[in-house]
C-alpha cells in the first residue's frame, strides 16, 4: 500500500511517498480503508519536533512510529475474529491516537480506538477534519463548565481548534466572541459567533470587554492579556501554552484562579457526542485546502504558515 514516511524531523521534504505492506488486523482489530486524513498543527509538531521534548517521547532522531497521521476516514474492509462492535463496509471515522499511521491507504486499528462511524451528512474528508479541533475543544469547553449565557472569548478562532470551539460554546448557550484577522469574520459569523473583533486592527489589550470565559488557542496573547479580559473568578484556558504559560498558570491556580491547561483526554464519547452534534446541525466542518496524499509535503508547507481557515483535508482514494 501506499504511505508518508517521516524520515526525520524537519522541514516538510521529510516526508517521503513509499510502499509498504499492507497492515494484517489482529483478533480485536478493524482493517479500515483510510480515504482521507487531515494535516493537523499536532502532525506539524510531530514532524518539526516542536518542542524539542517530542523527541523524548517520539523518538530522538526521528519518528518510531514513521507512519504519521493522527486522524482518519474510511471503510471497514476487514474485521479480526473477536471484533463485535463494527462490521465490514462500516464507514467511520476518528483518531489513531499515539498510534498514528492515518498517512496511509490502510490502517489496522483495535475496535475500541477512539472511533464512531461517520456522519451521514459529511464526506470522507469533511468528517477526517473533525476530530483533532473538535476533541480538543469539548474537552476544555467542558472542564470550563460554560453556561447557557456566559460570555465566552475565543483567541485563535478560526483555527481547527478554535472554530470547533465557536461552534461548541455557541452550543452550549454562551455568547460568543471570535478574536481572528478579518479575513475570517465571515466564517465566524458562518459559524455562529455572535461578535468578532480583528485582531489585526483592534488592540484588544484596551477594549473594556469581561468575559467568564477566555480560551486562549494559539499561545499568542500573553498571559497579563487574557487575565485582563476575565471577569472576577472566571476560567482561563490556555490550550497551546509553552512552558513560560504553564509557569504562570501554575502560580495563577496556587493563588486560587481557574486556569486550564495540559493536554487533552480523547475518549469514545467525545466522538459520540461530536458526531450527535454533527446529525443535530449544531457543528459543521470548516475546510480549507484539500489534498491528495502524494501533496502531503505541500499539505505541511501551507499548515507551517500558521493561517489555516480551519482544517486541511487529504484525500487519500476517492
Ligand atoms: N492541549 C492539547 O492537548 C492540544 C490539543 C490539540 C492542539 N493543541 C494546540 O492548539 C494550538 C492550536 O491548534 P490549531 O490546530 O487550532 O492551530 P491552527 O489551525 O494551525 O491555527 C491556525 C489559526 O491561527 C490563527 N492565528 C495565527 N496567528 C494568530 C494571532 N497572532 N492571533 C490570533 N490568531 C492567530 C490563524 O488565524 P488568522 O489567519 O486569522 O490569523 C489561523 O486560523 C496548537 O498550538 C496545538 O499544538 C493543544
Given at each position: ?21 499492507k497492515?494484517?488486523p ?14 493537523n ?23 518510531r ?5 493522527g ?8 474485521v ?101 484577522s ?24 484596551i ?7 477566555v ?9 497579563s ?5 476575565l ?23 496556587m ?9 487533552i ?12 452534534q ?15 496524499l ?25
Amino acid at each position: 500500500m501506499k504511505a508518508v514516511h517521516c524520515t526525520a524531523y524537519g522541514s516538510p521534504e521529510v516526508l517521503k511517498l513509499v510502499e509498504i505492506p499492507k497492515p494484517l488486523p489482529q483478533s480485536h482489530e478493524l482493517l479500515v480503508r483510510i480515504h482521507a486524513t487531515a494535516v493537523n498543527s499536532g502532525d506539524v509538531r510531530i514532524r518539526k519536533a516542536d518542542p524539542w521534548a517530542v523527541r523524548l517521547f517520539f523518538g530522538f532522531s526521528k519518528p518510531r512510529k514513521s507512519v504519521l497521521g493522527g486522524v482518519f476516514s474510511g471503510e471497514v474492509v476487514e474485521v479480526g475474529s473477536e471484533v463485535s462492535k463494527f462490521k465490514v463496509g462500516d464507514s467511520i471515522f476518528g483518531s489513531t491516537g499515539m498510534g498514528f499511521g492515518a498517512y496511509a491507504e490502510f490502517k489496522a486499528i483495535p475496535e475500541t480506538a477512539t472511533l464512531t462511524l461517520k456522519p451521514e451528512s459529511l464526506n470522507h474528508v469533511e468528517a477526517a477534519t473533525i476530530p483533532f479541533g473538535a476533541m480538543t475543544a469539548l474537552d476544555f469547553i467542558r472542564k470550563a463548565k460554560i453556561q447557557p449565557g456566559q460570555k465566552v472569548l475565543i483567541y485563535g478562532a478560526s483555527g481547527a481548534v478554535g472554530s470547533a470551539a465557536v461552534q461548541l460554546a455557541k452550543s452550549f448557550g454562551a455568547e460568543v466572541t471570535a478574536v481572528c484577522s478579518g479575513a475570517n469574520a465571515l466564517l465566524m459569523q458562518r459559524i455562529g459567533a455572535d461578535k468578532v473583533i480583528n485582531y489585526l486592527k483592534e488592540d484588544l489589550s484596551i477594549a473594556n470587554e469581561k468575559y467568564d470565559v477566555v480560551y486562549e488557542t494559539v499561545n499568542k496573547l500573553s498571559f497579563s492579556d487574557c487575565t485582563k479580559h476575565l471577569k472576577k473568578g472566571g476560567t482561563l484556558i490556555l490550550g497551546a501554552s509553552g512552558f513560560g504559560q504553564m509557569l504562570r498558570a501554575g502560580l495563577a491556580k496556587m493563588a486560587g484562579r481557574k486556569v486550564l491547561t495540559g493536554l487533552i483526554k480523547e475518549s469514545v464519547e467525545s466522538m459520540n457526542f461530536i458526531k450527535n452534534q454533527i446529525d443535530d446541525g449544531k457543528f459543521q466542518p470548516v475546510l480549507d485546502q484539500v489534498f491528495t496524499l502524494d501533496q502531503i509535503a505541500e499539505a505541511h508547507k501551507y499548515v507551517d504558515l500558521g493561517h489555516k481557515k480551519g482544517n486541511v483535508g487529504i484525500l487519500v482514494a476517492p
